[in-house]
């Protein structure tokens, strides 16, 4: 398997653009994480309360299942609510900088480095997706949004994904990767769906 030839930051030239993660994205994910933390503990207090200090007397083995099994709900939230928190965390630092001869990704200290002349196939995803939505406000049946995913490989088999989901202006990207294309001959596949 062939070594990439691009291996550190200063060998793909100079910083064109840095891009960072969605930071809406990245709010949403710790409010729904810290819910999810508050909402699992006072499930489980309160049930763990309900099932070892039963108020109403002497518990049966139905009910003393069923307080059981919400505890266990409650505390799958609460450890639920700290993986999201955890992969927030991870998101908040992923950074993607593209330079003159490829780009390079920093998630936490890691840096992956991708020069052009070393991708040897882009994968492109283009998926339509048709939307409900209300006729009297937009005069339309359906409301359509169009979403594009690349998946690019490198010659010793790493892949680099991404998104509008955890990149913002992906065209930026994109763009640069197409031209690319032209100067250094990989394979590009576009496949489009609709949904």
């Not at 499930?43 to 099994?69: C, H, K, N, Y």
């Not at 908040?92 to 070393?118: K, N, P």
Request: proline share 4%; charged share 20%; glycine share 10%.
């Amino acid at each position: 398997m062939p070594q990439p030839k691009f291996q550190t930051v200063p060998s793909l030239g100079s910083e064109v653009r840095t891009l960072k993660a969605n930071s809406s994205n990245i709010i949403a994910g710790f409010i729904i994480s810290m819910l999810m933390i508050a909402g699992g503990l006072t499930l489980a207090m309160w049930t763990g309360r309900q099932t070892f200090d039963p108020v109403s007397g002497p518990l049966t083995a139905g009910e003393m299942l069923r307080w059981i099994t919400l505890l266990m709900v409650g505390l799958a939230l609460a450890l639920g609510g700290c993986f999201v928190a955890r992969g927030m965390r991870k998101l908040a630092s992923f950074a993607l900088t593209i330079c003159e001869c490829g780009f390079y990704c920093s998630r936490g200290g890691l840096v992956s480095v991708l020069g052009f002349a070393d991708i040897t196939r882009v994968d492109e995803t283009v998926v339509h997706e048709k939307l409900p939505s209300i006729k009297a406000v937009t005069d339309k049946a359906e409301s359509e949004i169009t979403s594009h995913y690349y998946e690019v490989y490198r010659c010793d088999g790493e892949r680099f994904y991404f998104d509008g989901n955890n990149l913002p202006r992906t065209c930026l990207l994109s763009g640069q990767l197409k031209k690319a294309k032209v100067t250094h001959g990989f394979q590009w596949n576009r496949r489009e769906i609709t949904r």
